[in-house]
């Protein structure tokens, strides 16, 4: 089977997006990136997470052609192929519409560093792409356009993208991002978020680069 790890973790990581709560029903989508092939690995349009099997997987070039595959890929899969084109070196896209993302999004609020867990996505403030009807180039340009250097974005009256070195990345950025907005959203409601600036979280961004069990340099 073409991509067949590739298929199981898009299996595996679907399932996620339910079991911890970064999105209902067949919202959202995930996609894993191959470099050396050139080819994508997406979630299929409009299956139930807890029924798609590694066949149902579709198997697809940057160019949007379906190379192995009976469904129909996701219906955002030109957000999964732009944001590929831009971010070299990304082999993974979660794309959500979990709750408390999804509000600021709605209200056009950016994700603030009111937390410095926000470091994982790369940035000091997770920007909003301006509202473009889904499913379309259009919002995938847009989105690709706001990302910046960051690795995640809003998406205006829609849900939520981030990208990362592999699926563990992009899926872990999508959950610490939902918490940093849960907690924005609960301290805008009793008054005024207390935001960390540039410099300390460009601080944070690097300690992180060797927070856990990171392999010492020979």
């Not at 997470?49 to 198997?59: A, G, L, S, T």
């Not at 403030?125 to 379309?136: A, D, E, F």
Request: hydrophobic content about 40%; charged content about 25%.
């Amino acid at each position: 089977m073409l991509m067949e790890k590739e298929r199981n973790l898009v299996v595996e990581y679907g399932k996620k997006l339910i079991t911890e709560n970064l999105t209902d029903g067949t919202g959202g989508n995930i996609s894993i990136y191959d470099p050396e092939t050139g080819l994508m690995a997406i979630s299929p349009s409009g299956m139930d997470y807890f029924k798609i099997q590694p066949e149902d997987i579709v198997i697809m070039n940057l160019d949007g052609e379906i190379v192995d595959g009976d469904r129909k890929p996701s219906s955002e899969k030109d957000l999964h192929i732009e944001m590929y084109k831009a971010k070299p070196g990304m082999t993974a896209a979660v794309h959500t519409h979990a709750m408390f993302c999804t509000t600021l999004a709605c209200m056009g609020t950016p994700i603030y560093s009111v937390h410095y867990v926000l470091a994982d996505a790369a940035t000091d403030v997770v920007p909003v792409t301006p509202y473009v009807t889904y499913g379309t180039k259009e919002l995938a340009l847009a989105a690709t356009e706001t990302i910046g250097e960051g690795k995640a974005t809003l998406l205006a009256n829609h849900g939520f993208i981030s990208i990362g070195k592999d699926i563990n990345d992009a899926f872990g950025i999508a959950r610490e991002c939902e918490w940093v907005a849960q907690i924005q959203w609960r301290t805008m409601c009793v008054g005024k978020p207390n935001i960390l600036d540039r410099e300390e979280m460009e601080r944070v961004m690097v300690k992180f680069q060797s927070y856990g069990q990171v392999k010492a340099k020979k």
